[in-house]
């Protein structure tokens, strides 16, 4: 059984920044990635951004590329979402999650339907 637990939401204003972060136990270091949804309600969940554990490489939501960045602390089992220049739209709650199975670098990694382990969620809500 794997536990992800996100913190670090909170509101803020337009244009303001919040740092994420999802803290991973059980046997998680046996995913190859993980990666970060936001989800309204009423809409599927939109993947933001994954990082493969080993490399470290990264891929990005085209709306939230440059301003989102995702990173990763393996010693910690911890990946974080940095969020920068936020906006209403991105008002949502955020989950981390990691797969089932081991991602190919450049699938489908915002399909949530990959992923078999998620977090409680954190909100973040930006004001305008």
């Known amino acids: 059984v794997r536990r992800l637990v996100e913190s670090g939401g909170g509101s803020v204003q337009t244009g303001g920044s919040l740092r994420l972060s999802c803290v991973a136990s059980?046997?998680?270091?046996?995913?190859?990635?993980m990666a970060w949804f936001r989800h309204i309600p009423g809409k599927a969940r939109e993947g933001l951004a994954i990082i493969y554990t080993g490399d470290s490489r990264t891929l990005y939501r085209d709306s939230v590329k440059g301003r989102f960045t995702i990173s990763q602390d393996n010693s910690k089992n911890t990946v974080y979402l940095q969020m920068n220049d936020l906006k209403p739209e991105d008002t949502a709650m955020y989950y981390c999650?990691?797969?089932?199975?081991?991602?190919?670098?450049?699938?489908?990694?915002?399909?949530?339907?990959?992923?078999?382990?998620w977090g409680r969620g954190t909100q973040v809500t930006v004001s305008s």
């Open positions: 999650a990691a797969p089932g199975f081991n991602l190919a670098y450049g699938g489908s990694w915002y399909d949530s339907q990959k992923y078999s382990y």
């Open positions: 059980g046997y998680t270091r046996s995913s190859n990635s």
